[in-house]
């Protein structure tokens, strides 16, 4: 009997142990066949999330951000241990003691499914597990995949410590509203830093991972907190915190940004806008779109926010100004059907989700409203963010075309902008556009930067993107090459009709005023804008000279040597006629121009600098309180210092006397050149003092004629002087520097003739020659276009008027010319 009974004890326990035995077996090969070709966990030591780059001010104020996951990188000694050991509650009590996965936690999830008969399958996921679930695998609820998991999961406990592995957690984990890592989560939920986290407040976050969309602050509220409270109990019972913290934490509301308990930390970023975006532009091509959105760049920007804002102020009041002077009224083109007017609540919720561009300030701020009724003196609207009742009154629309009734109806979406005594003004975004752009003449750093009226009305940015005709604004380049070629600006140029053979047939360009003025200095030719004395230094000189002079300066890439590109015919983008100018003012020494002085990566590591001269004694104790410290620069002199001088002293000419006299006015010296092109497609103006550049470019995106009295002194002048006006009261200005090599003499303006050192008056001006010359003229240049019987120095015409040339001749000229006339490039 005994036998029989160790027998069958024998057998029960070979039976066990071969079953232990084969069930071992099985397992190990089910992990030896899932372990074979597993993704290397090793990578993960080296991980680097994708990371928000942020934009930030000279100042150091962050001003925008750019991110594919919202996630701010926060290594594992910054994050507070309260905000730890919530997760570790929440997620996996057992984080610090098991070795990658917990088995009681499996057993614990395997009998609650075989209960609930598949219906409540919850994960047992360690933390470790989740990370390489989140990183190397899928989120498929499969076997295979939870086998995969807990492979790696051992694994990587061999390779990181624990701290290591819960950095990549709580980094990586998504918390809903595009938060990834509990750094931007803070901020998303609660405007917080982690250190500023309250316990309940941590608790609510380890709440999230749970599944986000499930547990949304307002929508799905009493579960949200339900989820917390139970995150506070788990922190109670592991020793986290003690039980007086606990009844107080969970006594406290569910508080957030979304229900309006927090400002929104998006209310201290400033709208997104044309410098910051074009920073984005840039740098995607530079990088790599994927690296600018992920790699956690911290970006210093050129950008001076107080000039940005008179940048903006002023080119939308010369835009607004232009579109009231055509009196038309075109409105948002949006409407709000009838059955949503009935009810303020619906109409103000149909407002809201409108793409209305709410970014304009001018002067104050712009609102979109709806229009609520129509009457003959007033017009009734609802303001989004005001009232319900707002009023503008017939007097504002003085400047439309038609009345209210022609103009309005019930249900259309307008801006307005806060009037005098509660009464509202309705505003519109003008129809022609324009680009402005502010650099420092030294450097190239981009001070200020508008690429339109507004940037949420259109992202195009006509200041980089928008390729235009320059127009007379190019005629420095040509006289650059004239004044390199042996031309000086007292050099008599004939101001005589032309005729060009051109395989589109005669070209006969003419002046602006549609009058020839003879032999003429050249300073008086680009004061006063003249195309045909241009054309002539054009023809002298060369075209691929004054193409290559062009492309010197990026203005150009590859220029077409055709003698109408002279004029401007050719098309560029105000951003590199604004830098190429940066060159005359700094005395001929290249400059590139940027958006970005620094950029560091996640590290801290400066990656780019943009300044690279050299500051020699800048830390020198020898260095006098006044005096300045030297610095040694290896850039291009891409045009010699005397004729960078010789030009600016000639377009500090246009501004004191020529085509820009009467809109720029500055207390410090200005240069600069005005720019028209055929019928008035688009305006120029770039103007330079000794430190800063600045130039302005309007136009209809779809190039059409403004108009009479559209020309680049009298649109972009003002925006000029607007801004310049405030930029001289931050920078001040001074004398352009007068290079070393030469020596003046006083010349006559009108004909070229030396003057006496002690001659004085409204024609004498002194000219600065290389040493060498004396400044007396012995040539004129015609430009090699024949004057004569088949070419007269005036054309005759039957319905002319007489004139009085400069020179005091009485001639007859015919009537203006037509806009269909001025061809190939610049007017005026």
């Known amino acids: 009997m005994i036998r ?5 004890f024998g057998a029960i326990f070979s039976l066990v142990t071969l079953g232990i035995f084969m069930a071992a077996l099985v397992i190990g090969a089910v992990f030896w066949m899932y372990g074979r070709d597993l993704p290397s966990h090793e990578s993960l030591a080296q991980y680097k999330p994708p990371t928000i780059s942020r934009i930030y001010s000279g100042e150091g104020q962050l001003i925008d951000e750019f991110a594919q996951e919202r996630r701010l990188f926060t290594p594992s000694e910054e994050i507070p241990d309260l905000v730890k050991q919530a997760f570790i509650s929440a997620e996996d009590k057992n984080f610090y003691t098991h070795q990658g996965y917990d088995p009681r936690g499996i057993i614990a999830a395997g009998v609650e499914a075989v209960k609930s008969k598949g219906e409540n399958v919850r994960g047992a996921s360690t933390i470790t597990q989740q990370v390489m679930k989140n990183f190397l695998l899928s989120g498929d609820r ?76 307002v929508r799905q509220k009493e579960r949200l907190l339900a989820r ?20 107080t934490e969970v006594n406290q509301p569910l508080r957030s940004v979304q229900n309006g308990d927090f400002e929104s930390f998006r209310t201290a970023l400033p709208p997104r806008d044309y410098f910051t975006d074009e920073i984005r532009r840039q740098l995607s091509e530079d990088f790599g779109e994927g690296e600018f959105f992920t790699g956690g760049f911290t970006v210093r920007a050129s950008v001076d926010e107080e000039m940005q804002v008179e940048a903006a102020d002023a080119l939308r009041t010369a835009l607004q100004k232009y579109d009231r002077s055509r009196g038309k009224w075109r409105g948002t083109g949006e409407v709000i059907p009838e059955d949503k007017l009935i009810d303020e609540v619906q109409w103000r919720e149909a407002l809201a989700i409108l793409e209305i561009p709410r970014d304009v300030v001018l002067p104050t701020q712009w609102y979109p409203a709806v229009v609520l009724n129509v009457g003959e003196q007033q017009l009734a609207v609802g303001i989004e963010d005001g009232p319900a009742d707002g009023v503008v009154p017939r007097s504002d629309i003085k400047w439309m075309q038609g009345d209210f009734a022609a103009n309005f109806k019930r ?12 009464q509202w003004s309705a505003r519109q975004v003008p129809e022609v556009q324009g680009g402005f ?41 040509v006289y650059a090459a004239a004044l390199d070629s042996g031309y000086s600006p007292a050099t008599i140029v004939v101001d005589a009709p032309i005729e060009v053979n051109t395989p589109q047939g005669l070209w006969r360009p003419k002046n602006s005023t549609n009058k020839f003025y003879g032999p003429t200095p050249l300073r008086t030719g680009i004061e006063q804008s003249r195309n045909l004395m241009t054309i002539r230094l054009a023809q002298e000189v060369t075209m691929p ?40 003012a700094n005395g001929g020494e290249r400059v590139e121009p940027t958006l970005v002085d620094r950029i560091q990566d996640r590290f801290g590591k400066t990656i780019y600098r943009h300044d690279d001269r050299q500051c020699v004694d800048c830390n020198s104790s020898w260095l006098e309180p006044d005096e300045s410290p030297t610095i040694v620069t290896d850039r291009w002199q891409v045009m010699d210092a005397i004729t960078a001088y010789q030009l600016t002293s000639m377009m500090k000419g246009v501004v004191d006397r020529g085509t820009a006299s009467r809109v720029v006015n500055l207390p410090v010296p200005t240069a600069g050149k005005t720019g028209t ?25 779809r190039p059409r004629p403004m108009g009479r009295g559209a020309y680049g002194g009298t649109m972009c002048g003002p925006v000029f002087q607007s801004f ?105």
């Open 4 to 8: 029989f009974i160790l027998s069958f």
């Open 437 to 477: 752009v502010a650099m420092d003449v030294n450097s190239g750093r981009v001070l200020a930067m508008q690429g339109g009226f507004s940037y949420q009305d259109s992202v195009f940015n006509r200041a980089t993107q928008a390729q235009r005709q320059p127009g007379s604004s190019f005629k420095p380049f």
């Open 724 to 828: 310049m006006e405030k930029a001289v009261e931050k920078y001040g200005g001074g004398p352009f520097e007068v290079p070393e090599g030469g020596h003046f003499i006083k010349i006559d303006r009108f004909s070229g003739a030396r003057l006496p050192a002690d001659a004085t008056g409204d024609y004498v001006v002194a000219e600065y020659f290389r040493d060498g010359v004396d400044g007396f003229i012995d040539r004129i240049y015609d430009g090699g276009f024949a004057v004569g019987s088949d070419l007269p120095l005036f054309e005759e015409v039957s319905n002319g008027r007489q004139v009085t040339t400069s020179t005091g001749n009485t001639i007859t000229v015919g009537p203006n010319a037509s806009q269909g006339d001025l061809q190939g490039g610049g007017l005026y």
């Open 677 to 701: 092109t055929n019928e008035s497609k688009d305006a120029w103006f770039i103007g330079f003092t000794s430190n800063i550049v600045a130039g302005c470019y309007i136009g209809y995106d």
């Open 142 to 217: 499969r076997a295979e995949r939870k086998i995969k998991e807990i492979i790696l999961a051992t694994r990587l406990e061999d390779t990181l410590d624990k701290e290591q592995i819960l950095e990549l957690y709580m980094n990586e984990i998504f918390l809903g509203q595009n938060s990834y890592g509990v750094t931007a989560a803070a901020q998303t939920y609660f405007n917080k830093t982690l250190q500023e986290l309250a316990p309940h407040e941590a608790a609510t976050l380890a709440a999230m991972p749970k599944a986000p969309s499930d547990y949304h602050p």
């Open 228 to 247: 917390r409270d139970y995150v506070l109990r788990e922190m109670h019972q592991n020793g986290y915190i003690d039980q007086a913290t606990y009844e």
């Open 545 to 584: 000279v004054v193409a290559g002079y062009a492309e010197r300066f990026g203005v150009y890439d590859r220029m077409g040597a055709f003698l109408a590109n002279s004029l401007g015919s050719e098309e560029t983008t105000l951003y590199k006629m604004v830098a190429a100018y940066a060159m005359f």
């Open 411 to 422: 249900g259309d979406v307008i801006l307005v902008m806060a009037g005098e005594e509660g």
